[in-house]
DNA sequence: ATAAATTTAGTAATCGTTACTGATTATCTC
DNA sequence: GAGATAATCAGTAACGATTACTAAATTTAT
């Protein structure tokens, strides 16, 4: 996978936030650097970078995907309120071998995601 | 809440099988017993019955979300070919208390979910 | 430098889900 | 039980996130 100047900025917008926006955020901040930026090169992008494991996805119970630069393994908590994701320090749970064992299946990885009211909505 | 004919006939077509569907697959068992039975009400019911955690919703990084008549604590694996969501029987985790106190915030549930391949897919 | 392959911008189409409305059904009070 | 009140429904339109498409531009390989 070659690295297009688009590629790379919708990198650099991700890797310079801790917010963990949606693609439309992602689109509109890369359309301050180039107001001629298109949705579906964000979209085809955030894809692309998921696959391959650049980036990550996270998935909620709330409208729109969520995008994550940081890859180093860690977990999520959602406000229920806000809407908000933020970044959790637990230590990893190690139990992939025991659900390959469960499922006779191969895990390639896995989520958990906490959902609550955080300090400001609680 | 009540119970209607058309929220009975959810719950049980839900209760019934453990096989984590979609709203559309409901709508269409649905229909099997009831020709009119409108897609509106099968959303309507499902945001209901989630709400009051009469049953589960489970989000995947694949297309629809797929519902759970089975409330009884427990985690998910699903299948990256061929989508198929299965319960596994994995002893839950008891750290909500520490992401309470690292977030600052009340946490009110967690979901984890496991992706890979399964037996027939891998 | 030229040819081949990839990626893009822009736009149209799709699909899951939600919103709306007037009709129907359930519940509540006498 | 009859009539009033509230909840729910079927049907359909609207919405918003995402995907698909196409011709032009850019990148990469020769």
């Known amino acids: 996978m070659g690295y297009s100047r688009q590629r790379e900025m919708l990198l650099s917008v991700l890797k ?16 301050k650097r180039d107001p001629k930026i298109s949705l579906g090169t964000v979209y085809r992008n955030l894809a692309l970078l998921t696959e391959s494991g650049v980036i990550l996805r996270i ?14 393994p860690h977990y999520h908590f959602v406000c229920n309120g806000c809407g908000e994701v933020s970044d959790l320090s637990i230590d990893p749970i190690g139990i992939e071998a025991e659900v390959e064992r ?7 990885g896995h989520t958990l995601v906490f959902y609550g009211k955080c300090k400001n909505c609680k």
Do not use: K, L
């Open 59 to 72: 998935d909620t119970e709330h409208d729109s995907v969520h995008y994550d630069g940081f890859t180093h």
């Open 16 to 31: 310079d936030t801790r917010s963990h926006p949606t693609a439309n955020w992602i689109y509109e901040e890369m359309r």
């Open 102 to 108: 469960e499922t006779g299946g191969s895990v390639a």
